[in-house]
């Protein structure tokens, strides 16, 4: 068996490990949105879904799933009668769904401070398509919100997605009238969010327990 600095020297394994460091930033990148798709043990299939997707992409062949959300994909040799490539992804993680997986590039968490609505017991946000908390949404709709008063903090978790298009005009008017600001018609191109709450914590202003789940 060859060992590794031979493989290494051969002229194909260094024109692959070449063009595998000019994809570097590209491979770093998916990884980043691969780890951001919640994906605990029996509830994998988004995460799945997407590597599904990249597999074909490439192209692989005959790309599948097992019931355990495992993906399957075959890269065919460029001799035929050469045996292929069989790659797998096992894609589940230990960390539970409601686990932070936000990260940038730099491992750095990402905080952001936002114009915000309150209606009808929603939260609607606005933001544009490439922003890193927009792009840290199509990955993971799972958020956490904070009111920036210190005395009477207010923790909001829940899940995010687009807002309905029948809402928008109504919202707009909210954040007119609380910010003189209307989101339709600047250039940036907004997107309207809108956040249900799945849990509330609440101090002071009456609420003398630390962190009163008040939802």
């Not at 992409?57 to 065919?76: I, K």
Request: hydrophobic residues 40%; glycine residues 4%; contains cysteine.
């Amino acid at each position: 068996m060859n060992s590794i600095p031979t493989l290494t020297g051969y002229s194909p394994i260094k024109t692959l490990l070449a063009a595998f460091h000019q994809m570097s930033d590209q491979v770093i990148d998916l990884a980043i949105a691969i780890q951001q798709i919640p994906a605990p043990t029996f509830a994998e299939a988004a995460r799945a879904a997407f590597i599904a997707q990249q597999f074909t992409a490439v192209p692989l062949q005959d790309v599948s799933q097992d019931e355990l959300h495992n993906v399957y994909g075959r890269l065919p040799a460029a001799n035929p009668t050469h045996p292929p490539v069989i790659i797998s992804a096992h894609s589940d993680t230990v960390f539970p769904i409601e686990t932070d997986l936000t990260v940038r590039r730099d491992g750095r968490p990402h905080l952001a401070p936002l114009w915000f609505v309150w209606l009808d017991g929603r939260v609607y946000l606005c933001t544009t398509p490439d922003t890193q908390k927009f792009q840290n949404l199509v990955h993971n709709q799972m958020v956490s919100l904070s009111l920036p008063d210190p005395q009477n903090v207010l923790l909001i978790e829940g899940e995010a997605h687009i807002a309905d298009r029948q809402i928008i005009d109504t919202i707009a008017d909210y954040f007119y009238h609380k910010y003189e600001w209307d989101f339709r018609y600047d250039n940036a191109g907004f997107r309207l969010i809108e956040v249900t709450p799945h849990k509330i914590l609440a101090w002071g202003d009456g609420y003398d327990a630390e962190g009163t789940r008040v939802l």
